[in-house]
């Protein structure tokens, strides 16, 4: 049944929104009460753990080697065939994860070393030693939750996998808001948040995969997993995750490495950089992520029925709706920097300074911010051809340019040279992805890229202006005193950059069915 592309990476960025407001929430309640000080950094230092193994095993090497083998095992072996391949990669999962999960508790200390090595010399040491003991199991939680989800998603049910991230949000918001109290070290309390959340994300993926009967079997004696270790579709996932685990391997390097260097700069470091994230994934999760998550699905069964046509067709649709989204969301951070910290940030332990050092983070993600979407819609052109060892190559370019660059950047910006390079690197990463499609042929020809830049500078340049203008108009720092102004404030410049931005596109030519696409 042809599905209405636009709508449903609507529906995900929807319940994306939901996701992102509930995380800012908690971002924050947790600058408010914390500030950005070394407990801050001890917690952001222990979950960035979890979270790049995340990355590494369930959103990285993993979702791009078992959607597309998943995609092509429904369109030949139907129901039957897939279920059986579902429950082999679920029974490996499991076990790995498991194993995983134990070594990283037992290992604790040397993963702080690595990861962090300068929180050593602050107070906080011994509290991010044990966040990290507390979060690590998040890890098996959340691969469990991305198997799901990329089962789900195949199938083209994206509400449930879209709508789990909430869930998280609001346990650490309730846990550090009813917990905090009850630790001698008050910052604990998200650490049991994080684990609260993991367990209800896989809960509600549940009940979504019995409906489609893909609930996974999972094997627990040694018949079962050596069965499942000589499946072929377990077989083929396998073989394509480990070009895949190094290419994402090199991807969380480069933050290992950074969050290395911020922890040996001045206390809070690791901190702004964190908020500054989190502002800057909003736009990447709303755009990127929604996109990428009906493309994928899509280009695999694409290319497994050979259809090069609707590929390039698949792919045009993707880049030119990333550049009408996430340009302006790109002047937003660059220009509109300080009213969006100051109205989410400066409450309670986070100060004026704190504001200023996010600020300047943000400028500098702002500078990559299309580069960073850009390669979530452009990568999985190639994972849906089970071609990952080409995106790996990239990689591995870029992590070595990028370090190059901060050691020019860092000396320079501090933190924020850390989030300049990593722009950057995304814009050389995209550039790459696209070169790569270019020489293959699988983007459409006389597209009418010219024309279409031509005219969606025009409406960039309109919200710039409001954008900076805005910026400028109140002390947003001086505002403190009176937040619901400051928070009406920054509604009103919001809404009035959407409506001139909006209003300038539909001058310029461009219409809403122009970016309508149905895709089998």
């Given at each position: ?12 960025s ?7 407001i ?37 959103e ?9 083998v ?53 107070g ?23 198997l799901?989800?990329g ?19 609001l ?11 009850y ?60 070009p ?32 500054a ?31 090069k046509?609707?590929m ?23 220009l ?58 990239i ?20 933190h ?45 340049v309109?919200i710039?202006v ?55």
């Open positions: 049944m042809p599905v209405n592309l636009l709508s449903a990476a609507a529906k995900i929807s319940f994306t929104m939901l996701s992102r509930t995380g800012l929430l908690r971002e924050t309640l947790i600058a408010r009460t914390y500030g950005a000080s070394e407990w801050t950094d001890a917690f952001n230092v222990a979950f960035r753990i979890p979270n790049l193994l995340r990355r590494l095993f369930a990285g090497a993993f979702s791009q080697a078992f959607v597309p998943l995609s092509e095992t429904s369109t030949k072996e139907g129901k039957e065939g897939t279920a059986l391949m579902v429950g082999a990669i679920a029974t490996l999962l499991f076990w790995a994860l498991l194993a995983t999960v134990i070594l990283g508790v037992i290992g604790a200390p040397w993963i702080i070393f690595l990861v962090a090595s300068g929180i050593r010399e602050t906080a040491h011994e509290a991010s030693l044990t966040l990290t003991r507390i979060m690590f199991p998040y890890i098996g939680l959340i691969s469990m939750v991305s799901s989800a089962i789900l998603n195949t199938y083209k049910k994206f509400a449930v996998p879209a709508f789990t991230p909430v869930l998280l949000n346990s650490m918001i309730f846990s550090s808001w009813l917990l905090s109290p630790f001698e070290t008050p910052i604990y309390a998200l650490g049991v948040g994080v684990i609260v959340g993991g367990i209800a994300q896989l809960a509600i993926q549940i009940p979504a995969l019995k409906k489609i009967g893909m609930l996974p079997r999972i094997g627990l004696s040694f018949s079962k997993i050596n069965q499942a270790w000589n499946h072929p579709g377990a077989k083929k996932v396998l073989r394509l995750m480990l895949a685990l190094f290419g994402v391997s090199v991807a969380q390097l480069s933050l290992i490495i950074n969050t290395n260097i911020a922890s040996h700069l001045a206390v809070g470091s690791v901190s702004w950089l964190s908020y994230d989190r502002l800057m994934e909003f736009p990447t999760a709303l755009l990127g992520v929604a996109i990428a998550t009906v493309l994928l699905p899509s280009l695999s069964k694409a290319n497994a029925l050979e259809d046509t609707q390039t067709q698949l792919i045009d649709w993707g880049l030119k709706l990333t550049f009408v989204l996430a340009a302006p969301a790109a002047l937003a951070l660059f509109f920097g300080q009213p969006l910290a100051t109205v989410l940030y400066h409450y309670g332990q986070f100060t004026a300074v704190d504001v200023t050092m996010t600020q300047r983070a943000l400028a500098a993600y702002g500078v990559g911010l299309i580069g960073l979407i850009l390669i979530k819609i452009l990568a999985p052109a190639y994972y849906s051809r089970q071609d990952i060892k080409t995106p790996v190559k990689a591995i370019t870029v992590l070595v340019l990028t370090q190059l660059a901060n050691i020019v950047l860092v000396p320079w910006l501090d924020a040279g850390l989030a300049l390079s990593i722009g950057l690197g995304a814009c050389l990463n995209a550039y790459l992805l696209w070169r790569g499609l270019h020489k293959q042929g699988l983007l459409m020809k006389n597209a009418g890229w010219l024309k279409f830049l031509f005219k969606l500078s025009i409406a960039l309109a710039g409001i954008f900076y203008y805005g910026a400028h108009q109140h002390d947003w720092l001086e505002l403190k005193s009176a937040p619901f102004t400051r928070i009406g404030f920054l509604g009103l410049w919001l809404a009035l950059a959407g409506g001139v931005y909006l209003g300038t596109l539909w001058i310029t030519g461009f219409r809403v069915k122009d970016f309508l696409y149905k895709a089998t």
